[in-house]
């Protein structure tokens, strides 16, 4: 086994335009109020890379173009299909009318965990909320259901652009296994 060398690496890789036409996994992720311009890159990045349909930026999450997100998304915000919505709302009633379930990445009373999806849940939305707040109730009460990632530790609780990454990779591996 050898590690792959850069250019061996980019032979395979698409193009920004090839991106934005191919096929896409049925998983959106919704983000809302996060405050870091870091963890928004991050999560481009991320939505890139497990090849989201889309990223739903909301609230006061910052946007492109940002050259702090630029740092983290390295180049992700040209690839990956993203919209703003001021209000998360909106954003919500828009997708549950595409006929896309909204869930939310909270710890709540009514929650299963991350690993529980199943074919009725896709289309999906995945809803991450602020770093310290999480997803305010008024906007939980607008969600179809709701995960959890477990926390075995102490602290009970993830950056939010790591939890991005779980839940989505999660989430692929189980629309990819429904689909075999």
């Not at 710890?107 to 999806?117: A, E, G, H, M, V």
């Not at 999480?134 to 939890?163: Q, R, T």
Request: hydrophobic residues 40%; proline residues 4%.
């Amino acid at each position: 086994m050898k590690k792959l060398l850069h250019n061996e690496i980019i032979q395979e890789r698409l193009t920004n335009e090839e991106s934005l036409s191919i096929d896409r996994f049925p998983i959106s992720l919704m983000i809302i109020n996060v405050r870091s311009l870091y963890n928004v890159g991050s999560i481009f990045r991320t939505a890139d890379s497990a090849r989201l349909k889309e990223l739903i930026l909301c609230g006061f999450t910052p946007y492109p173009p940002r050259k702090e997100i630029d740092k983290t998304a390295l180049g992700a915000t040209e690839s990956v299909p993203w919209k703003y919505f001021k209000n998360p709302i909106d954003a919500i009633i828009e997708l549950k009318s595409n006929g896309i379930k909204v869930i939310a990445v909270e710890i709540t009373d009514k929650r299963r965990s991350y690993d529980t999806l199943t074919k009725s849940d896709f289309p999906l939305c995945l809803v991450l909320g602020n770093e310290l707040t999480g997803i305010d109730n008024n906007i939980l009460k607008e969600c179809e259901d709701a995960i959890e990632i477990p926390m075995y530790g102490v602290k009970h609780s993830l950056n939010v652009s790591v939890a991005a990454g779980i839940v989505a990779y999660e989430a692929v591996r189980i629309w990819k296994q429904i689909e075999k």
